[in-house]
């Protein structure tokens, strides 16, 4: 594993790693939109930060659960609807169309490389600006969602409470009280976000669809992820037992330090846009 390299020896020994592959797949997390003002989970030793998140198991069989989820996501989501791709998000789609890196994978379920202009983003954990009917099936978009939160809600309208990652706030107790969660327009059913749970399972198609592409890729190169998460992980386990090297753009501790070829410890968002300039792209 790479240590302690000086600011130059990064670009340099990540910008030699890009050159000698050819399909190399990119698997991002958190880090990556923290420059984008979305709390990251984790601190830079791998610890989870704040309250426990939602969990899907509990999600579906507890009306409390529910109404918490909700009313914190009623209040956080605005902050995460407003956020803006930042330079690192632009820099890995600069660097997919120049064939520097090919295909990619995103832990985040925030929409920002879309909006950066990557194309084809499989996204592991979903899309938080969908929001889909577990009775019926239908979709939404969770800006409609917002709109109808806050009509039946106007207590909560303009509350102040602390950000936490991927559009959840925290709120205190007092202020779930009277909060009415959505209800499907269509058959009154329970309305779920669009994302994967934690505790629930990414789906088989998607998971297959991932290991397809790190199948058919040469090398790995993650980016602001810490990897403590088993759906992340198992890309660089993957890639490490068919002899693929890995690389790795975070700042702070990974599950797979032992595995990498090349670490920079770095903001994404400071980092990317400088590797994209050594590499002659954009």
Request: a neutral charge.
């Amino acid at each position: 594993m790479a240590g302690d390299l000086t600011d130059h020896d990064s670009l340099e020994r990540m910008a030699a790693f890009l050159q000698r592959h050819q399909r190399v797949l990119v698997l991002t997390g958190a880090g990556i939109s923290t420059g984008s003002g979305i709390p990251g989970y984790r601190d830079e030793k791998g610890v989870r930060r704040g309250t426990p998140p939602t969990q899907g198991p509990e999600f579906r069989k507890s009306q409390a659960a529910r109404k918490r989820y909700w009313a914190r996501s009623m209040v956080g989501y605005p902050l995460l609807s407003r956020a803006q791709p930042n330079d690192a998000h632009l820099a890995v789609a600069d660097l997919t169309r120049a064939g520097v890196v090919g295909a990619l994978i995103t832990q985040n379920v925030d929409g920002l490389h879309q909006r950066a202009g990557s194309i084809d983003v499989l996204e592991l954990h979903g899309n938080i600006h969908g929001v889909v009917c577990l009775d019926c099936h239908a979709r939404f978009s969770r800006a409609f969602v917002q709109s109808v939160l806050e009509e039946v809600n106007p207590a909560l309208l303009g509350a102040s409470a602390r950000p936490l990652p991927d559009g959840d706030a925290q709120l205190s107790l007092e202020m779930l009280e009277g909060f009415r969660e959505p209800a499907c327009v269509h058959c009154g059913g329970t309305l779920k976000p669009d994302v994967v749970f934690f505790g629930d399972g990414v789906p088989a198609e998607c998971t297959t669809r991932a290991v397809r592409m790190m199948d058919d890729a040469d090398a790995l190169m993650v980016v602001g992820s810490s990897l403590m998460v088993f759906s992340g992980f198992r890309f660089c386990r993957m890639a490490a037992q068919a002899g693929k090297p890995i690389a790795a753009v975070n700042l702070g501790k990974t599950r797979a330090d032992d595995m990498l070829s090349v670490k920079v410890e770095d903001a994404a968002e400071r980092f990317l846009p400088r590797l994209r300039e050594l590499l002659g792209v954009g």
